[in-house]
């Protein structure tokens, strides 16, 4: 009997403990997605209410490129950001990620705001300014938007609209992969990166491996042109 009875509880054990593992699984992989679905969908509402009202100047000291122009540079520091933290102030999409890929980029990179969508780091450069425009996403949880990073390629569109222009930046090198100490890559002229001089800038980064976060993963991008929305999408965003 005692043997019996040890091993109907060790297995109502692990029957415990495989139950609570699936649900864990399941808040992480599928509840976490649809917290994010709604709130990244609601900092994009709250976007597109603002711009409805006229969208503001971004913060920055430069003036953006012409459309469909190469961007000038500078030699001058980035200005900094000034966007509000925690509040969303873009709308970010990547073809390469699918024709329904948005997500909205909300200033600084707390877990927080994570939770709502792509964050800009504070200290880097404002969007579509000389400088180092930077900005952090989840690979896996809460949405996954950045769970296909690794696909990434030379060339492929990275688009933002602030409500007033399309800024279309293009990954220059396949994702780069380093440690979570490596805090260079951020550097208004990111270091390790194709880069040497001062320019307009863009670097993503995530989590490496997919479902931990021992590593990350970089991609770079330069600023190619620049658009009203007046004129209608950019050229990346057709078809």
């Given at each position: 009997?005692?043997?019996?009875?040890?091993?109907?509880?060790?297995?109502?054990?692990?029957?415990?403990?495989?139950?609570?593992?699936?649900?864990?699984?399941?808040?992480?992989v599928h509840?976490?997605?649809?917290?994010?679905?709604?709130?990244?969908?609601?900092?994009?509402?709250?976007?597109?209410?603002?711009?409805?009202r006229g969208?503001?100047?971004?913060?920055?000291?430069?003036?953006?490129?012409?459309?469909?122009?190469a961007p000038?540079?500078?030699?001058?520091?980035?200005?900094?950001?000034?966007?509000?933290?925690?509040?969303?102030?873009?709308?970010?999409?990547?073809?390469?990620?699918?024709?329904?890929?948005?997500?909205?980029?909300?200033?600084?990179?707390?877990?927080?705001?994570?939770?709502?969508?792509?964050?800009?780091?504070?200290?880097?450069?404002?969007?579509?300014?000389?400088?180092?425009?930077?900005?952090?996403?989840?690979?896996?949880?809460?949405?996954?938007?950045?769970?296909?990073?690794?696909?990434?390629?030379?060339?492929?569109?990275?688009?933002?609209?602030?409500?007033?222009?399309?800024?279309?930046?293009?990954?220059?090198?396949?994702?780069?992969?380093?440690?979570?100490?490596?805090?260079?890559?951020?550097?208004?002229?990111?270091?390790?990166?194709?880069?040497?001089?001062?320019?307009?800038?863009?670097?993503?980064?995530?989590?490496?491996?997919?479902?931990?976060?021992?590593?990350?993963?970089?991609?770079?991008?330069?600023?190619?042109?620049?658009?009203?929305?007046?004129?209608?999408?950019?050229?990346?965003?057709?078809?």
């Amino acid at each position: 009997m005692p043997v019996r009875l040890i091993v109907r509880s060790l297995s109502e054990l692990c029957i415990t403990a495989g139950t609570v593992t699936v649900l864990f699984v399941v808040y992480i992989v599928h509840w976490t997605g649809v917290k994010a679905s709604g709130a990244t969908d609601g900092q994009i509402a709250v976007l597109q209410e603002q711009w409805a009202r006229g969208p503001a100047e971004p913060p920055g000291t430069s003036a953006a490129p012409t459309p469909s122009a190469a961007p000038a540079e500078s030699t001058g520091p980035p200005p900094a950001a000034g966007y509000r933290p925690g509040k969303p102030f873009a709308v970010m999409y990547i073809p390469r990620f699918g024709r329904d890929w948005d997500w909205p980029v909300l200033e600084g990179t707390g877990v927080g705001t994570l939770k709502k969508g792509l964050g800009h780091y504070p200290r880097t450069a404002a969007l579509g300014r000389t400088g180092n425009f930077s900005v952090a996403g989840h690979r896996r949880t809460y949405g996954d938007p950045f769970k296909d990073f690794p696909e990434l390629r030379p060339k492929d569109a990275v688009v933002l609209t602030d409500g007033t222009d399309w800024y279309t930046y293009r990954i220059v090198e396949k994702p780069y992969r380093t440690v979570p100490t490596d805090i260079g890559v951020v550097d208004p002229v990111p270091k390790k990166s194709p880069f040497v001089q001062p320019g307009r800038y863009l670097t993503l980064t995530t989590c490496d491996p997919e479902w931990g976060s021992s590593h990350r993963l970089i991609a770079w991008a330069r600023l190619e042109a620049t658009r009203p929305v007046t004129h209608g999408k950019p050229e990346a965003l057709r078809g």
